[in-house]
């Protein structure tokens, strides 16, 4: 056995150093927040943090991570109340399947521990690698800015309003056009519409 300290917790696991951290996590732990999606370290599904840096838990052999900190998607938080990254996606409704959010989110937060007020570009480098296949990186990136700053970016326009508390349930409320209107941009809204 080997130990792996786990949202703040020692786990003692099965020492086969092959086995893959994200293995451990979902087969053996029960953390099944990590998603495994390509299983070769180019999706970011799987994102947790080890000793609080970004990484991607199918490509990380759990001899890396023996004695040394783990923390995913189910150690944020406190108590049931979420964390602030996780409060902006879900106020941005930064997803649509949802299978890539929490890597995103940890990416996120790996991101905002390291730079708490990050540029543009390191925004789009900080998720680098994470894909979401549904397409919904505008609002994650409003999210982002969101957790950075507390609230919605100057020049943003939230996507839904302070006081809802459902989001994806307030169907008069959703989006007149796709999905990217997350910008006051009055040529694009004229465009879809046609
Ligand atoms: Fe780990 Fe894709 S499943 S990066």
């Known amino acids: 056995m080997t130990t792996v300290v786990v949202n703040g917790d020692a786990r003692e696991v099965v020492d086969e150093p092959v086995r893959s951290l994200l293995h451990v996590l979902r087969e053996e732990l029960g953390l099944t927040g990590a998603k495994y999606g390509c299983g070769e370290g180019a999706c970011g599904a799987c994102t947790v ?27 944020l938080g406190n108590g049931g109340t979420l964390d602030a990254v996780q409060a902006a996606f879900l106020t941005e409704r930064a997803f649509q399947c949802g299978y890539c959010t929490p890597g995103m989110v940890m990416a996120v937060s790996a991101l905002l521990a390291g730079t708490a007020s990050p540029t543009e570009d390191e925004i789009e480098s900080g998720l680098d690698g994470n894909i979401c296949r549904c397409g919904t990186n505008a609002r994650i990136l409003n ?4 957790a950075a700053s507390g609230g919605p970016r100057a020049g943003f326009v939230a996507t839904a309003p302070p006081d809802r508390d459902t989001p994806g349930m307030q169907l008069g409320q959703a989006a007149a056009a796709p999905w990217d209107l997350t910008r006051d941009d009055e040529a694009l809204v004229d465009r879809l519409g046609d």
Do not use: F, H, N, Q
């Open 143 to 146: 999210a982002v800015r969101r």
């Open 49 to 75: 943090l080890v000793d609080g840096v970004a990484a991607k838990a199918c490509v990380t052999p759990l001899a890396d991570v023996s004695g040394r900190a783990v923390t995913t998607i189910e150690g």
